[in-house]
């Protein structure tokens, strides 16, 4: 069973500061996604990285694959209050999407 | 835009008792999956479906589950005789299976309550 890792598991900062959040394994995945979660509600799909060392740009969130495609992080550049949520890290299984891991998450509050 | 529907959006169900959770994906998208997430923890694998069988399950996904897509454009999961740690938000996803980069679309869930 390929795992992923996700710190902090919670994580509470002010209005406009900067974080990152990780999501580590000890397995190559083929690609990863990050999804966003808000209470009551299912998963939305922000982002996937395929190539390592790839980094996309969604506005104020940033995304890198490790080198080894291993491991990905998100990086919130002046969090706002609307960022609040769950942030969890999936990825396939190897040789395919038969079965698509997921982390614990990331419970991420921006005080205003 | 397309999305995954899913009903009902809240059961409350007796012990014992079965379930049929409903979901219809994306209808051009080919791999389904049941997920399911109890209160406060993490988004766990039941089972996937491709070509009108299962894929892959999971050690959760017993013989007390069965998953079906009768019509083409329902996806159900069935629970045959509910427990009380069957309580869980249950998701239904769904797949493009032509780009396969593992990349999910959820739907709203259904939160199950086993009294």
């Known amino acids: 069973t390929q795992l992923l890792e996700q710190s902090p598991q919670f994580l509470s900062i002010q209005e406009g500061e900067n974080l990152t959040v990780y999501c580590n394994s000890s397995?190559?995945?083929?690609?990863l996604q990050w999804y966003r979660q808000e209470p009551g509600e299912g998963p939305v799909l922000l982002v996937t990285?395929?190539?390592?060392?790839e980094v996309k740009k969604l506005k104020r969130l940033t995304f890198q694959f490790g080198d080894a495609r291993k491991d990905s992080s998100l990086h919130i550049t002046a969090a706002q209050p609307g960022d609040t949520g769950l942030y969890l890290c999936?990825?396939?299984?190897?040789?395919?999407?038969?079965?698509?891991?997921f982390g614990i998450g990331t419970k991420l509050q921006v005080i205003p | 835009e397309p999305e995954v529907t899913q009903t009902p959006s809240h059961q409350v169900t007796q012990m014992g008792q079965e379930v049929i959770l409903r979901c219809v994906p994306i209808?051009?998208?080919?791999?389904f999956y049941w997920y399911r997430q109890i209160l406060g923890q993490k988004v766990e694998f039941l089972v996937s479906?491709?070509?009108?069988?299962?894929?892959?399950k999971s050690e959760i996904f017993d013989d007390q589950f069965s998953v079906e897509r009768p019509d083409g454009s329902n996806f159900t999961l069935k629970i045959r005789s509910t427990k009380l740690e069957d309580s869980a938000m249950y998701f239904c996803?769904?797949?493009?299976?032509?780009?396969?980069?593992?990349?999910?679309?959820f739907g709203e869930g259904s939160r199950l309550t086993v009294l």
């Open positions: 479906f491709y070509n009108n069988e299962i894929s892959e």
């Open positions: 209808s051009n998208h080919l791999y």
């Open positions: 990285v395929v190539t390592g060392g």
């Open positions: 999936a990825g396939g299984s190897s040789g395919g999407y038969q079965k698509v891991t």
């Open positions: 397995s190559v995945f083929s690609s």
């Open positions: 996803a769904s797949m493009l299976e032509r780009r396969n980069t593992g990349e999910l679309f």
